[in-house]
C-alpha cells in the first residue's frame, strides 16, 4: 500500500519543503517498497509508515545544522536514514552541501546509489566500514540506531573537528549512554524531544574531547 497524499501532505505542512521534493522522496517511497523484499531495507511493521517512522524522523534533524555547515557525515546510512533524506532536503534547499553516506553492507550500498541517481540527487557514498575510513572532517555528523553513545563520539572524535556538531537519535536509553560516556569524555549536549517517538530524544553535541 504506497502512501496516501495525507502523508505526504503531512509532511509537507510540518516541515515546509518544495512540491520537487516530495515527489523526489514519492520515487524514494516507491523503491524502498521494491527493495524491501530482497535485502530487508526498513523492519515489515514501519513499511506502511515510511512518511513518518522514516521520512519525517530523519528530516527533523535538518533544522539543527549550523548555517556554516558545508559537509555533512552520515554513519551507517542502512536504507538512507537519516543521510539520504538529508541530501534530499540539502538539494532544494542548500544545494552546495556535500552530503556523504557511510554504509558497509554493499547491498544497501547499491540501493543508495540507485535511490540518489533516480531521485536526481548528488551524495558521496563509501561501502566501507566507519572505523576503516579516512577522517573526514565533517562540519555535522549524524547517526541513527546505529551503536552505542561512547562508540559514536569515538567516530566523531575520527571524522570530525574541533567545531562540528553531531546529531545522533536516541532512544529511551539516552540518559543511561549520556551517563556512562560522561565518564570518559567533556561535551555539550542539548536534549531534544523527537517528533515521532515520544521516547526518542535528538542529541545535539558539540565541543566533544575524551579525557
Known sequence: MMANDQDSERFQSVLNVSRETIERLKIYETLLRK???AIN?????????????????SAQIWALRPASAKTWLDLGSGAGFPGLVIALLAADEVPDLQVTLVESDARKGAFLQNASREMGISVELFTERVENLEPQQADVISARALAPLSKLLGFAERHGTENTICLFSKGRSYESELTEVRKCWTFETQILPSMTDSDGKILKIGEFLRV
Open 41 to 57: 531495507l526498513v523492519g515489515r511493521n514501519t513499511i506502511n509508515e515510511i512518511w513518518t517512522r522514516h521520512f519525517l524522523d
Open 35 to 37: 527493495w524491501n523484499p
